[in-house]
């Protein structure tokens, strides 16, 4: 099997707060977790690639310092929103793969995050 | 952008019908991968197609890919109302993994 979870699966903030959701694969070792960002009716948009033990790779426009990527382990990886604004309310989804030659990725079934 | 482009946008038909989805894209590729995403929910893989490859089927999923047109399609046959939820193709070119995702169809199975 493959199975990606997320928690939490949604979360109401206020604005200025962080938010913290985790990616967990929970039958293998994913050395690679990705991590998107989809707005309502739209496709997804690539956020950041995550691999165990080094630093995210983001994507092009997106703040770094704003989406923190932490991945400690090679069940778990998480995304920190800090001080979160009504704008970054959005539905995120991570992604695993079991290994870096592996095309293609199990989802987690996303987070909605709704800052108010 | 990378992005590809689907479609029709939202497509919708009886039980029983085919649906047919169509993706374009802009650069080469490694493969072309179709996911399936059911509302509020994460995605799941349905079907990859290597570039060298023309056509592949899996139960009632077909997929073509024609490079040269930088296209690709998805026919579910028999429809089913199960099978009503957003299709997106995804481009792999061989960076890492990384996926490049379509815009999506939208796609409602009425009984």
């Known amino acids: 099997g493959a199975v990606v979870s997320q928690h939490p699966s949604r979360v109401i903030c206020k604005s200025g707060t962080s938010v913290k959701i985790e990616c967990r694969s929970l039958?293998?070792?994913?050395?690679?977790m990705f991590w998107y960002r989809q707005f309502p009716k739209q496709s997804l948009m690539l956020m950041a690639t995550s691999n165990e033990g080094s630093k995210a790779t983001y994507e092009q426009g997106v703040e770094k310092d704003k989406f923190l990527i932490n991945h400690a382990s090679l069940t778990l990886s998480t995304l920190t929103v800090t001080s979160a604004h009504p704008e970054d309310s959005s539905f995120y989804i991570c992604s695993a793969t079991k290994s870096k030659y592996q095309e293609t990725q199990y989802f987690g079934p996303g987070t909605r995050l709704l800052v108010l | 952008s990378q992005q590809g482009e689907e479609d029709p946008q939202a497509l919708s038909i009886q039980e029983g019908e085919n649906a047919t989805m169509n993706c374009s894209y802009k650069?080469?590729?490694?493969?072309l991968q179709w996911y399936r995403q059911n509302s509020g929910r994460g995605l799941v893989h349905l079907i990859l197609i290597r570039s060298n490859e023309r056509e592949k089927h899996s139960g009632r999923l077909r997929v073509t890919l024609d490079t040269s047109k930088k296209s690709s399609s998805l026919l579910i046959t028999a429809s089913r109302a199960a099978d009503t939820a957003s299709y997106f193709c995804a481009t792999d070119v061989g960076t890492a993994s990384k996926l490049t995702f379509g815009t999506g169809t939208r796609l409602q199975v009425m009984l």
């Open positions: 039958d293998f070792q994913a050395t690679t």
């Open positions: 650069t080469s590729i490694n493969n």
